[in-house]
Every structure is written in structure tokens, then in C-alpha cells.
């Protein structure tokens, strides 16, 4: 027994003696981090303690239209700021802010919230106002002893001169958003920077914003500046010359914003039953609501966008801070009704049915595949209707509809009968049974392939066009495939997504249907056609420039003062499509034909669509070729109708291409083509434009989020309309 004791003794002492080791080696390697590892960071910690550091916000680029026009200018501003270490406890912070409050004119209440805000680090300064005085930030410095912590930095702060002119384009800073923090503070940004958000201010934000600099001062224990110890300057962000020309932009906004206005004191009619009587549904007259629209001018040989107006506007300065909270959601009201919708680019967001104003791509698309049996010489007899030639009669008789037929022509009463007609003038009178049959036949003839589809996404459409704005819109081509998304996601039966239909087809081949696009998207397939085949990136942006234009007089810079750093706008295309003269020719005529005339003469003479409403337009100045286009809107009602209307210039001096979208405004020719019609007159030289003058101050009273803009002299939008629903 006493052997096993004497055997024990030993084991424990091992035992003890291990753990002593593990204990020592525990410590000494504690030891050793500390004092080759984390002194480092304790050598941080006290270093930031010693000295304070002031970020040095550089001065943003400044943003010029085409002709040098300052559009988003910088003001100096002073930022008061104070060190979150000196407020770390509640007992400090309020002693702090009830001693700032009266200086910065802050409640204290908000000064508190402000000083634990928590986006802001440790050894990060937190603002507590900005845009003090002059006065106000000497009289903190002088008394630093009482003001422990705080410190002045001089930051700018965005001015736009022109207001709501182009505020879609250009867009506004504000506040980073919590949920893009992390990314912003990865790229050295502090939390309480301003950021583009919208427009070319958030595409070109990084070439813009410039690179921060810094000072850094030795201080004492209140915070007290004992010495400098270094100083790196920031360097100011790149200046940006924009394609957008504001006379045009000017104009542009006044011809959409009079148009639609124009369009609402107009009476959309009545709705009547097959038998002639009024639908009791809706007995009452209805007047067109006519919300909204946008309108782009383009180059077409180089795609620089000259122009590009949204309606609703709003004013660009209302983002500039200073408002109630419950004032700016009175003037920005959340809504789910698209009509009411202020903050969209409706030229690049908006996802529309475009109408007849596609069949010039359906006509392109029969003219290269060979669809038309002898190309350009085909022709059809258009008898106002369009009879389904894949369909058996038999299911035609349980309910499947086989019969399309044209518009309703005035005259008449009845589906429009235009005889025989040929690509040229069934694009002049906007023959939709000519275009029913492409659409079908294309389809059936060829296997069900996606041939129409297929020719139209050269154009671009079904894709962004690239252009240097946020939130554009991709938009949609019908398709099997896309029919099966949407009836996935719910947007149609899951009956209706089973297949991809004749109707489908039909539909799509005069512009309605599944097909959605923008008004950016239809600038740039018409202007491939006014070029060519060339297709060009769309751009509002012409060139980075080095920071630091000059000014050659109060608002106007000298391009000559800088260099360019970087040209935006390419010359060359991005791709070319297929577009022989044999294809180019008819298509270009019939559009011709729609502005100038003849029309066809079946029955009655019938005018091209957009005759009348060109007439006195001066075509030997600047001589164009267009196609007007009606959406039918909610069910088929006219007061839902959208107008369209895209045109570009035959004169290769002058390569302009315009498309004008107005919603639930009418006829394309009654709507949208009086405004490409003011813009050609304008950019012929017909027209004296407005000055560009800067805009008044803003009223922080108002409720309108934009002033008024209208035509001086309307009379550009006067003339008569198509006798079709066109």
C-alpha cells in the first residue's frame, strides 16, 4: 500500500510540472504577441489618440452641356464636425450638445442622435452641421477648449443652375443609402458623403467625386492643435461635357410638356357597340388623361443623344437637403400608379407597346429573310381584313380568333380597305393586314422559328442599349420562352404560357402583344435604318475632362482651357447589320411617303398618316422620313390609346433621329407627331428657340416639383390628323 503512495508522488509532480510548462509557454507567447504584435495596434490606437485626422473632401467634377453651359456647379460650405471619442458617454454628449446647440442652431435632440449615429467608427469625425457661417466656425476654434473634440472641414456642396432643365439626365447627389454603406466605405468614401443617385451624377460618381486628401494635426488632451504634421491635398474630380444640347433640351421639354397638356382638353369620344349604340358601360364622354411622356433626339451617325426630355420633370434642387421629411414625401409621394410616377427616365424605363411605328423592322425583317415573295415588288390586296391561313375553319368556328382586321377609317365606320398595296404603301397608310400576313407567314412558312424575333434584336431591341444612365430597361420580344416566365411569375394564365400562338405572332408583328420597348431602344432602330445598318451605343456623355475648366464668362467654360482625359462617344459602331439599298429603299420611301404623301386611293383616297399633320412642314429645308403608331391601351378603350411617332432626317448634314412617346394621349399622328414635327421645324431653323436662361430660385413653399415649360408659339403643333386610328 505504502509503495503504491510512494509510486503516486512522482505522477503528480510530472503532472504539475507539465502544467506549468503549458502555463509559462501560455504566457510567454502572450507576452511575445503583445509586444511584437499587438503593440502595433496599441501604437495605433495611442497614435490616434495624439493626433486627429481631417478628411480633405475633394471638389466634385462639374457637369457642361455640349455648347459649355455649366449644368451642376460647386459651392463651398464649412462642416462642423467632432471626434466620437470625446461623446462616448451619455453624460458627455449631452453636455456637448446642450453647449453646441445654441452655436449650430440645432436642437439638441437632433445634435445626440447625430452623435451616435452609427454608421461613423470609433476614430471617425461625425458632422454635426453643415453650412455654417464663417463666423460660427472661427467662434468653435477660438474656444476649442470649451468645444473639446470639434473641428471645422471645408467640404462643397452641388448647385444646379438650370433647375428641372434636364433633371432626368443629370440627376442629384444624396445621402448613401445604408445598404450600399459597405461598398461606398470600400472605396474610401466617408458615411456621410453625398453620392450620385441618379443620372449622369451616379453613372460617372467615381470619375466625378475626385480623391479625398487629408490633414493631420498633433493635438492635446481637449483637442487642442499643437502643430501640423502632415498635409495631402486632394485632387479634384474630372469635369464632364455632356452631347446634351440645353437649347434642344430646352425645347424638347416645352413641345412634350405643351403636347400633352394640349392632349388632356381633348375629348377621346364615346364607345359604342357593334350596332352603333353607346356602351352602357361608359356612357360619358371621356377626355385622353395624357400623364406623361419623353422624347429623344438623337445623332444618328454617331449616337449622341442631343436631347432627351421626361415628363413629369421635377426640379433637381429639391435634392439638395434642408426639407421636412413629411415636405419631401409631399412632393415625391410613393405611388403604384405608373402614371403618377415622377422619379422615371420614361425615355430609357419606359416599357411600352409601340404599335405601327415597329412595322418599318417587320418590313426589314420580310425584305432580308426573302419572306416576300419578289422583295420589294409584292404585292397584297388589302380588304380591310386579315383571315388566319394556318388556322383550320373548324377551330376558327370553336372560338380561336382568325380574323384581324385594319383600323376603323372615319369615313366609313368601317375596318379601312386600301387595295393593293406594296411595302412602300402599306408603311404610307399603315396597312395592318399587310403586316398580319408577314407576321403569320413568317412564323408558319419557316418552321415556327423565331425568325421575326431574331431580326428584330438586331436593332437592339430586347437589350439595353448601354446607354450611360442608370435603370434602364431591357424590355421584352415575344417568345415561347418569355411567355413561360411570364406565366410563371403570374403576369399571364399558366394556360395562356402553354405555347407560343399565331395570335402571338400576329400581334407582334404591328407592335403590340408581349412586346415591350423603350423610346430610347425605337431612336436607335430607326436611326440604324436613317445610317445604314450602322448600330451605335447611345451616349449623354461626350467627354471626361481634366479637373479644373476655366470659365470663359459666368456660366459658359472654355473647352479650350482643359484637356480631354477621355472621349465618351465612339465613331465607329458597335456592329453593323445587313441593309442592302434593295432592303434600305422601300422601307425608307414608304416613310417618306408618310410624311409627304401620296397615300393610296381604294375606294376614296386615302392620306398617308401622318399627311396632314406635316402640312406646311418645310421638307425642301430638311426633308424626313417617319412612322406614326397608336397602343391601344386597357380594354381597347380610345381615352387608353398611347401615341407614338419616330422620324429621322434624310439630309446627311443634318443626321437627326427623334422618337416621342406621349401616353394615353390619342392617335400617333394626333400626339406624338406634332411634337417630332415642332423638333424638326426647330432643328431646320424654322423655330427661334427660347434662351437657356438659369432658373429662378426655389420656392421651398411650393408643392410643384417643377415649373411650368411651355412652347412660346405653339402653332408648330397645329395641323390636321390621320382619318385612321393611327
Same mark, same amino acid.
Given at each position: ?80 464636425? %467632432? !471626434? ?47 453650412? =455654417? ?16 473634440? %470639434? ?112 392632349? #388632356? ?125 394556318? %388556322? ?19 369615313? /366609313? ?6 387595295? /393593293? ?15 398580319? +400576313? ?19 434584336? #438586331? ?44 395570335? !402571338? ?34 451616349? =449623354? ?158 420656392? +421651398? ?26
Amino acid at each position: 500500500m505504502s509503495m503504491r503512495k510512494s509510486e503516486s508522488v512522482p505522477k503528480r509532480l510530472l503532472a504539475l510540472g507539465i502544467v506549468a510548462i503549458v502555463l509559462f509557454g501560455a504566457l510567454s507567447s502572450r507576452m511575445w504577441y503583445l509586444q511584437a504584435v499587438g503593440s502595433r495596434d496599441v501604437e495605433e490606437v495611442i497614435g490616434k489618440v495624439r493626433t486627429r485626422t481631417i478628411k480633405l473632401i475633394p471638389e466634385r467634377g462639374r457637369i457642361f452641356d455640349s455648347a459649355g453651359r455649366v449644368m451642376a456647379d460647386n459651392k463651398r460650405t464649412l462642416v462642423v464636425t %467632432i !471626434d466620437r471619442d470625446v461623446v462616448r458617454k451619455p453624460a458627455e454628449r449631452l453636455a456637448m450638445a446642450q453647449r453646441l446647440s445654441g452655436p449650430l442652431n440645432v436642437p439638441i435632440e437632433t445634435l445626440l442622435e447625430r452623435m451616435q449615429d452609427e454608421r461613423y467608427g470609433p476614430f471617425e469625425s461625425i458632422p454635426l452641421r453643415e453650412d =455654417v457661417s464663417e463666423d460660427t466656425a472661427l467662434f468653435l476654434i477660438e474656444r476649442v477648449e470649451d468645444y473639446r473634440g %470639434i473641428f471645422v472641414r471645408e467640404e462643397w456642396r452641388r448647385s444646379y443652375p438650370y433647375g428641372a432643365l434636364a433633371g432626368h439626365v443629370l440627376g442629384y447627389l444624396g445621402a448613401i443609402l445604408k445598404g450600399n454603406l459597405a461598398y461606398y466605405k470600400s472605396l474610401g468614401y466617408d458615411p456621410n458623403e453625398r453620392v450620385g443617385q441618379y443620372g449622369v451624377e451616379e453613372a460617372y460618381e467615381t470619375a466625378l467625386r475626385g480623391k479625398p486628401g487629408f490633414i493631420r494635426y498633433e493635438v492635446d488632451a481637449v483637442g487642442k492643435i499643437l502643430g501640423l504634421i502632415e498635409r495631402v491635398e486632394p485632387i479634384a474630380g474630372n469635369d464632364l461635357q455632356l452631347s446634351i444640347d440645353l437649347t434642344v433640351q430646352q425645347f424638347a421639354e416645352q413641345a412634350l410638356e405643351t403636347q400633352l397638356l394640349v392632349r #388632356q382638353r381633348v375629348e377621346a369620344g364615346q364607345v359604342r357597340l357593334p350596332d352603333g349604340t353607346l356602351d352602357p358601360l361608359y356612357p360619358e364622354v371621356n377626355f385622353y388623361k395624357a400623364p406623361a411622356g419623353s422624347v429623344v433626339v438623337m445623332n444618328h451617325n454617331s449616337g449622341r443623344v442631343i436631347a432627351m426630355a421626361s415628363y413629369p420633370r421635377f426640379d433637381v434642387r429639391w435634392f439638395g437637403g434642408g426639407l421636412p421629411k413629411d415636405k419631401f414625401s409631399q412632393l415625391f409621394p410613393q405611388t403604384d400608379d405608373p402614371d403618377k410616377s415622377i422619379l422615371v427616365n420614361r425615355a430609357i424605363s419606359g416599357r411600352y407597346n409601340v404599335g405601327s411605328s415597329f412595322k418599318p423592322l417587320v418590313a426589314y425583317a420580310a425584305l432580308n429573310t426573302g419572306q416576300l415573295p419578289g422583295a420589294d415588288e409584292y404585292t397584297f390586296d388589302d380588304r380591310g381584313t386579315y383571315k388566319l391561313q394556318s %388556322i383550320p375553319e373548324d377551330r376558327c368556328q370553336q372560338g380561336v380568333k382568325c380574323v384581324f382586321r385594319n383600323s376603323i377609317c372615319r369615313a /366609313t365606320g368601317a375596318p379601312c380597305r386600301y387595295g /393593293t398595296v406594296d411595302v412602300e404603301s402599306a408603311l404610307a397608310v399603315s396597312s395592318d393586314t399587310f403586316f398580319y +400576313k408577314i407576321g403569320e407567314q413568317i412564323l408558319t412558312e419557316r418552321g415556327y422559328a423565331p425568325i421575326l424575333e431574331n431580326e428584330v434584336r #438586331q436593332f437592339g431591341l430586347g437589350s439595353p442599349t448601354n446607354i450611360d444612365l442608370p435603370y434602364e430597361y431591357a424590355g421584352t420580344i415575344p417568345s415561347k420562352a418569355l411567355k413561360k416566365r411570364l406565366a410563371d411569375i403570374g403576369a399571364i394564365s399558366q394556360e395562356s404560357g402553354e405555347a407560343y400562338y399565331v395570335g !402571338d405572332q400576329v400581334l407582334f408583328s404591328i407592335g403590340q402583344g408581349l412586346l415591350s420597348v423603350t423610346p430610347l431602344q425605337m431612336t436607335q432602330a430607326f436611326a440604324v435604318i436613317a445610317n445604314g445598318g450602322r448600330v451605335y451605343e447611345p451616349k =449623354v456623355g461626350f467627354a471626361l475632362l481634366a479637373p479644373g475648366t476655366r470659365d470663359s464668362r459666368p456660366g459658359i467654360v472654355d473647352f479650350g482651357s482643359t484637356e480631354v482625359v477621355k472621349r465618351l462617344v465612339s465613331i465607329k459602331p458597335t456592329r453593323r447589320i445587313s441593309m442592302t439599298s434593295a432592303i434600305r429603299t422601300p422601307i425608307v420611301k414608304g416613310m417618306a411617303r408618310v410624311i409627304t404623301g401620296p397615300g393610296v386611293n381604294f375606294d376614296y383616297y386615302h392620306k398617308a398618316t401622318g399627311e396632314n399633320i406635316f402640312r406646311g412642314y418645310n421638307y425642301g429645308k430638311l426633308p424626313i422620313a417617319g412612322k406614326t403608331g397608336t397602343a391601344q391601351g386597357l380594354g381597347n378603350l380610345p381615352w387608353n390609346d398611347s401615341s407614338a411617332f419616330g422620324a429621322f432626317s434624310l439630309d446627311g448634314s443634318q443626321p437627326y433621329t427623334v422618337y416621342a412617346y406621349l401616353e394615353k394621349a390619342g392617335y400617333g399622328s394626333q400626339a406624338a407627331a406634332p411634337v417630332v414635327k415642332c423638333l424638326f421645324t426647330a432643328l431646320a431653323g424654322d423655330y427661334r428657340y427660347d434662351q437657356v436662361l438659369p432658373a429662378d430660385p426655389l420656392d +421651398k413653399a411650393s408643392f410643384a416639383v417643377a415649373p411650368t415649360s411651355s412652347l412660346r408659339n405653339p402653332l408648330c403643333l397645329v395641323g390636321g390628323a390621320s382619318d385612321t386610328r393611327e
